[in-house]
């Protein structure tokens, strides 16, 4: 994936599972890729996705990219009136298709993250 994503020290210690003492001492000592940034409460760092290593990035496209089109998808499900049988054969189609969709792209990012 050619994305850039950044994220928080929050995010990052939250996909690490480690605290927010160990995390910024790994920083500290070049771990990972960080930048300092203007924030709402003043400098923030923001850290490199990639840099936090395999298992987390496969962790935030699990947690926080794959499913959220799926959550999308049902939320926008519930708000449609189905009138006819074959307008919720439609319906469970495409769902089915995105959710295939999204299984291959979920597979994708999984390889290339182990590359």
Not at 22 to 41: A, D, P, Q, V
Not at 55 to 72: C, G
């Amino acid at each position: 994936m050619s994305n850039i994503v950044w994220l928080s020290s929050k995010e990052a210690t939250e996909l690490l599972g480690i605290s927010k003492a160990t995390f910024h001492e790994n920083r500290k000592n070049g771990k990972y890729i960080s930048r300092l940034i203007e924030g709402n409460g003043g400098k923030q760092y923001e850290i490199y996705l990639q840099s936090l290593g395999p298992t987390a990035v496969s962790k935030y496209y699990d947690l926080f990219m794959i499913n959220k089109p799926i959550e999308q998808a049902i939320s926008e499900l519930k708000k449609i009136s189905i009138s006819s049988l074959e307008e919720a054969r439609e319906h469970v189609l495409i769902s089915l298709n995105a959710i295939t969709k999204i299984a291959e792209l979920k597979s994708l990012i999984r390889s290339n993250s182990n590359e």
